[in-house]
């Protein structure tokens, strides 16, 4: 049956695992995205998700015809699927968007990138294709992130009756970064971008970042944030992604967490704690942090053996060399910061590097001081979960690269995030304030970082679209 809402994402809801005897069994899919929208989409009824298969064992899946309700994937040719993801998604598009290229060696635009691209387009006609056939008429269809910036103009070229959305997980690009790319490869960019109806960023920076690439530059002031594009109108508007309080505090009381929270207060004893919970990536800063972290220990030596860094830093994105290196260098880090003041009796900095939620969540529990340092990011969710879960009375130290800081700076001590000293005095000035003020921050950053949950903020996208 043909359906009324439609996600499309690179990741899906769930993955299948594949055991030895060949049987198939699904399981939650990972990552913000899809926990965000999994909660959001189940109180729309007939909805379906349509995703990449990702791994043999999701592709197995799709050979054999097994499906859950309101998931369908998209089985996409390995070698066509590397291309898109790591060639162009996650090496190009990412670092544009999050300015992290190094400027003398890249970005490199030559043949390869050429045959990349070619797998992108392949990639995002896949997931039109899937769309147009599933969506009934006059559907709305809200394709998520910076993997599907081609497939709202490939959509409206096959189903022009379709309602269509795009929302954008990470930052967008200034027009600075983005004028890097070769004119006709942006011109396709924004080309498929601009097939939406509506467009959705995390802030307001975001969205006059897209409208001043597309308008070459210049930010038009109007009522109606957007962009005019063959005699049709784009609208560009924030949706900044929330908690659900009830949601979250429900997960973070699970026994499991509980018994996680016991394990974490045996290790750390009376010490204060300073967590951080990111994948292992580029964009979020973690070298920076660690150093902040050294120079907190060096510049204030009374926190010596009076506070332990919690630092869990999941693997990410590990097919792509610049992101092994990257992990390798924060284990290294870690370890010299250890070898350098560590004591018999106290290690100063705590790497994990399991994703393991429910261990974030104990973590979320028992920080006194939470590290939100990262140079440019979407939003991070990590920053509004932490004050809604926390105990303590949790300062949160919050650099202004983060999505996160358009609505939580009044309450967060903000740092610049390639400023390791102001950032290592972040630290000192959060683990000293008093415990008033920090449950009085604390009280404000949570109603802040629920403003708009999951639910509220896939609704308000979907009725924007049907109006
Ligand atoms: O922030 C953009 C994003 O794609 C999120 O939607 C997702 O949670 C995260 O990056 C993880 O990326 P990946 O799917 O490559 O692991």
Redesign the pocket.
Known sequence: MASQVLVAA??GPLSYALAADGTLSARRGG???VSGLSTALAEQPGALWICAALSDADREAVRRGVAEPGVRMLPIDPEVYDGAYNGIA?SVLWFLHHHLYEIPREPVFDAEFRRRWGSYVTYNETFAAALAEEAAEGAVVLIQ?YHLALAPGMLRELRPDLRIGHFT??PWASWDFLRMLPDDIRSQLLWGMLGADRLGFHTQEWADNFISGATQGSVPAGPERGVRHQDRFTHVTPYPLGVDADELRALAHRPEVDDKLAALRAEVGDLKTIVRVD?TELSKNILRGLLAYRELLTVHPEWRERVVHLASAYP??QDLTVYREYTESVRELAAAINAEFGTGDWQPVLVSVEDDFARSLAAYRLADVALVNPVRD?MNLVAKEIPVVSEAGCVLVLSTGAGAYEELRADALTVNPYDVTATAEALHTALTMPAAERADRTKRLAVAATALPPTQWLTSQLDALRT
Request: proline content about 0%.
């Open positions: 690179n990741r990552g913000g995205l996650n992130d997980h990470t994948r990410s994105r979407g």
